[in-house]
């Protein structure tokens, strides 16, 4: 299918039933994005890194647990937007594959016009991101870009939200978060004052880093104020 513009945001639609996509092609392709639609397969999820793309839509009209595990991987070779289009799933399950790097999901059957008002609303947050960038602490390696962090070359597995709470901690190094700045850095809410999820992630991102002597004691907590991350680069 030819672009509208050159100039346009460009989306890639990764489908598993190209004659069932169709609607939705032309629905963004009259908003001017400029539109790949690819037939998906098990084997392409593992080496897949679509190039100069704003937007990666996976529509999944098939799901199995078993592309829980495909989105990490991607995220290992695609920095850009991410989301999944999929039939009705519980909540549990919406949380996971939030975690596993999504950006935004919505559940089928689509309303186009909502759809296009969240992809408008992922590309224009995505605009304000600041550049991907590294930080190194120690051995320990944090690559916004890639939505990495490996210690010594040895990559350390955290969810989407365990990331960017270690990459929000790391950029503030030194410097104590309380939990009403994590809750919006990071979840973008407002702190209730008895949620303890910031802590959960917290307990997570340590236990992951424990196992590496020179990383165990990178994240401190600052009785009744926070949480420091407490190392020089």
């Known amino acids: 299918m030819s672009p509208s513009k050159d100039s346009c945001k460009s989306i890639v639609l990764l489908t598993d039933n190209e004659k069932g996509a169709d609607p939705l092609v032309k629905a963004l392709v009259q908003e001017e994005f400029n539109v790949l639609l690819q037939v998906k397969s098990k084997d392409q ?22 592309e829980l595990s495909i989105y990490p991987r991607i995220r290992v070779v695609y920095s850009g937007l991410l989301m999944l289009l999929i039939d009705k799933i519980d909540e549990m399950l919406q949380v996971l594959l939030l975690e596993q ?3 935004d999901l919505l559940v089928k059957p689509l309303n186009h016009l909502l ?22 602490f120690n ?7 890639l939505r990495r ?21 790391a950029k503030n190094a ?3 978060l309380d939990r009403d ?21 917290v307990a997570r991102i340590r236990s992951k880093m424990a196992i590496y002597p020179n990383l165990s004691q990178m994240i401190k907590t600052v009785r009744g104020n926070g949480y420091l991350f407490a ?3």
């Open 45 to 66: 999820f593992d080496s897949y890194s679509p190039q100069n793309t704003d937007l990666l839509i996976i529509d999944s009209s098939r799901f199995s647990l078993e």
């Open 101 to 103: 790097g999504i950006d």
């Open 115 to 136: 759809m296009l008002a969240r992809i408008r609303a992922l590309l224009r947050r995505n605009g304000k991101r600041i550049a991907p960038a590294n930080l190194n």
């Open 139 to 145: 051995g320990l390696e944090i690559n916004s870009g």
């Open 149 to 169: 962090a490996t210690c010594r070359g040895q990559e350390i597995p955290f969810t989407s939200r365990e990331f960017d709470l270690l990459w929000h901690l």
């Open 174 to 176: 030194c410097t104590t």
């Open 181 to 201: 700045h994590l809750y919006k850095a990071v979840f973008g809410i407002e702190y209730n004052g008895y949620d303890r999820s910031i802590d959960m992630y």
């Open 231 to 233: 190392a020089e680069h």
